[in-house]
């Protein structure tokens, strides 16, 4: 009698590397990161959609990270892809599959001519509270319209800061 399944041993597996791959990913650690992605694709034994139900995050997220380690060609492919499969699916609403659809963009402005150009009025339609808080954790978007730039709320950023880094590194 077979008590455990593979599934059943391997979910916390592949819960735990998919949250190390999103945190190596936050800090721009992208090696790190697509190793643990790498990982999930061999627990689910090369799975096509290794994350199922949330492959559109998945893709999306291996597609900005490939894009880190310098591999343009397979990135694009993978945030083509999981921007097609947020809107093909059921499991997103139309604020989900817009904002991961804003987020390849904004994220990856080298590589949106192959995507749809996000405008503003795109992202300023997206109602921030109808995204769930997990897709908020795994593809952050680091600015929208409505979010007030920080000097206009009084914080004051040092150098070091992911806001002001960001920002100055899609500026150039």
Known sequence: MKIFTKTYWC?????MHWMRAQT????????SSLKRLDKIEKLTSGDVQPMGGIYAEYATLRGHVLDGVGETQQAIELLQSGVRSARHSSNYNDDEKDYIQAYASIEHPDLSP???EVDEQMLEDIQLGN????????????THPRWPHPDQIGLDLDEDDDYNN??????E
């Open 114 to 116: 192959p995507l749809k």
């Open 24 to 31: 190596f990913s936050h800090k721009k650690d992208f090696e």
């Open 131 to 142: 995204v769930r808080m997990e897709i908020k954790l795994c593809l952050p978007l680091f």
């Open 11 to 15: 979910a916390p597996l592949i819960g």
């Open 166 to 171: 960001h920002h100055e590194s899609s500026s």
